[in-house]
Structure formats: C-alpha cells, structure tokens
C-alpha cells in the first residue's frame, strides 16, 4: 500500500525549534520530488517547501523562507522539515505529499494524514 | 509568485445540481492546474492534474477546464459524497493553492 506517515508534531513555544519527518511506504521514493503542505486551523491550505528526487532542487514559501529547511534521505525513505524560530502562525497541520514526478513540477497525488504543530507561549 | 484566486469561496446547491467553481492565475500557468477535494478531518485528494486530466477513480462526473489564467472545475450532477471543500493548484512555478470553495448541500 502507498502510504505516507507523519511524526514530530507538538506543542511549543514561539522562538524554538521542531523537526517533522515523513517516513515512506509502498512506492519508489527515490522517484518522486516530496512536498510539505499546511493548514491553518479553519484555513486553506498553504504550500510550504518543496525538495527534488536527488535533493539539488529545494523550494520555500516566502512565509518560511530563511527558517525552516527541507531535506530527505532516499536510503531512509523518509523526508524531513526542520523548522526553526517557530512563530504563532505557524500553527497548523502539516502534510508530507508526494510530487507526481521527480522534479518540483507535478500535483501531489500521494498525501499522508498529517501531524500538528502548535505554537504558543 | 503566483497567486491563485478561486470563487466562489462559498457553494450551496442541490443533489443532482451542475456547479462551476472557478479559479484565477495572477499570471499564465499553461495548463499546470491541478484540483484537490477535501472533507473535513481528512487530507486533500487530487482529483485531477494538467487542468482536466481526472486520476483513476475519480467519477467522470467531475471535468476540468481553461489554461493560461482561467480555469473551471465542473461537477455535472452532484451526488452526496461531493459536499467538501475544493482547492485549485497551480504548479508552473512551484505551488500555489486558491483559498478554496466549500460546497453545502443546500
């Protein structure tokens, strides 16, 4: 089964630091460009970074650009955000997606369920 | 960047109805639209890619239409499983995602 899990959510305060990580399952990750995507409590949802199959290409919304870092490790099958001077409206769920194809350049047809990050002093 | 600009952001129709949602590229995005069906609690579907390409599974009552800045997602007959939230996606250039469109039974 194709499938994709989150971990690393939480509570914490503004200022600190989290890491999420995506672990995969049933298909060849080594083959698809990886995403992060979030959603606001009662929000729309909001494109966070995006990394290629081989990790040379790495994107960023502006609204994270310069604090949170996207990275995967192919022989681990997992793909990673760590996210640093956490601010209250970065509160939301968080999802790992999986690109269509290897480069920054497809939907997401692959979503996993999410993990939440709370930020709040 | 490019923004996306999506309307209405709120549906209400029948069972049985034909719906348009449509969606607006700040700039040209070719045909690199995506559309995504959301219920609540769960994580988004793609529904289709390419502005009109369905994925396998999706009924064919849903179709997609537009390219450059102009899109339309269309649902000929609603049935009861399609009340949800619906968001466009553009990816010519990275991603961008519409506010979305939640769609009530009325």
């Known amino acids: 089964e194709v499938q994709l899990v989150e971990s690393g959510g939480g509570s914490v305060q503004p200022g600190t630091s989290l890491r999420l990580s995506c672990a995969a399952s049933?298909?060849?990750?080594?083959?698809?460009?990886m995403e992060w995507v979030r959603q606001a409590p009662g929000k729309g949802l909001e494109w966070v970074a995006g990394?290629?199959?081989?990790?040379?290409?790495?994107a960023y919304a502006d609204s994270v650009k310069g604090r949170f870092t996207v990275s995967r490790d192919n022989a681990k099958r997992s793909l990673y955000l760590r996210m640093n001077s956490l601010r209250d409206d970065d509160t939301a769920f968080y999802y790992c997606a999986r690109s269509g194809g290897t480069f920054l350049d497809d939907a997401f047809d692959i979503w996993g369920q999410g993990t939440v990050v709370t930020v709040s002093s | 960047d490019i923004q996306m600009t999506q309307f209405p952001s709120t549906l209400s129709a029948f069972v049985g109805d034909r719906v348009t949602i449509t969606c607006r590229a700040s700039?040209?995005?070719?045909?690199?639209l995506a559309w995504y069906q959301q219920k609540p609690g769960r994580a988004p579907k793609l529904l289709m890619s390419m502005t009109s390409s369905l994925e396998s599974g999706v009924p064919s009552r849903f179709s997609g239409s537009g390219s450059g800045t102009e899109f339309t997602l269309t649902i000929s007959s609603l049935q009861p499983d399609d009340f949800a939230t619906y968001y466009c996606q553009q990816y010519h250039s990275f991603s961008t995602f519409g506010q979305g469109t939640k769609l009530e039974i009325k």
């Open positions: 990394i290629s199959w081989d990790s040379d290409t790495v």
């Open positions: 700039q040209s995005v070719s045909n690199w």
């Open positions: 049933g298909f060849a990750f080594e083959d698809h460009a």
